[in-house]
């Protein structure tokens, strides 16, 4: 019973607002790992075929990544 | 040019498995228009927010609790991974080729993230040569399928969706004449009236 009552409060004690907050961080967090596989796979594309335009999708992927990761980091600062 | 889907001899191109004096003769891709489920979704992205957001801004539906910040961090969100979704799609389009060189078919897919498939065989194990171009887009677009069936336990080949199926076939003929001139001339004589 006791413990029922400590779960209902801890729902109860999270406002909508930090929910929302938490989620869209969250979010953002599984985006990471997205971006880190698209990182990889273009690095097995660029080994798999050599083309002259290669590197640029190589730093576009990287870029990719360092903005998903700087948002990321971001919403801690804003949110 | 770089982004053509039927390159002959394209320059600065070089595969993983290219093996020595091997010298690629045509690149394919498949067609641009079989991509454009994926553009339209992109631009679909794009454009939701630009007209839901003022939308629910003028309508006053938004939860008080909804601050301005998080609105412009879903925002940034939302459109990093539109573009996170349309590059990936670019990617597997892009790096999804079919090669014809001087010694051998290389097929190499991407068929999805983290993952790759390479299929190739000597233009001397060609048995036989077919393609399909069916159906109102693929006519009007000009663009099929490329069947090679190769000879024993070696895996078939298929170029799908490239342009011009019946020129992929004259290239393929060319070089297996130049190997196996005896095997290509009987397979033209057969196949003389759907080539040309």
């Known amino acids: ?79 | 040019m770089i982004f053509a889907s039927f390159v002959h001899r394209p320059r600065g191109l070089r595969f993983e498995t290219q093996i020595k004096d091997e010298d690629i003769i045509l690149l394919l891709r498949r067609h641009p228009i079989t991509q454009i489920s994926w553009v339209f979704i992109s631009i679909a992205l794009v454009l939701t927010p630009l007209l839901l957001v003022p939308l629910i801004l003028e309508l006053g539906v938004l939860p008080s609790f909804i601050a301005f910040n998080l609105i412009v961090y879903t925002l940034i969100i939302w459109y990093l991974s539109t573009f996170g979704y349309a590059f990936m799609r670019f990617l597997l389009w892009f790096y999804d080729v079919d090669l014809v060189t001087n010694q051998r078919l290389v097929d190499i897919e991407f068929p999805s993230l983290l993952s790759k498939e390479e299929t190739a065989t000597r233009i001397t194990q060609i048995e036989d040569i077919t393609f399909r171009r069916t159906g109102f887009v693929r006519t009007t677009f000009n663009f099929g399928d490329v069947f090679i069936q190769t000879a024993g336990a070696k895996p078939n080949i298929d170029f799908e969706d490239v342009p011009e199926p019946a020129s992929v076939v004259r290239k393929i003929l060319e070089v297996w004449e130049k190997n196996e001139p005896s095997k290509a001339h009987a397979f033209l004589e057969k196949h003389k009236d759907e080539l040309e």
Do not use: C
């Open chain 1, 1 to 79: 019973m006791n413990s029922n009552n400590n779960l209902l409060g801890f729902f109860t004690g999270v406002a909508a607002a930090d929910l929302a907050k938490i989620m869209t961080v969250t979010v953002e967090f599984m985006y990471i790992f997205f971006a880190f596989a698209l990182w990889r796979q273009l690095s097995l594309m660029t080994q798999s075929i050599k083309l002259g335009a290669s590197p640029f999708f190589n730093l576009i992927g990287v870029i990719h990544l360092a903005l998903v990761i700087g948002v990321f980091i971001l919403g801690f600062i804003i949110l």
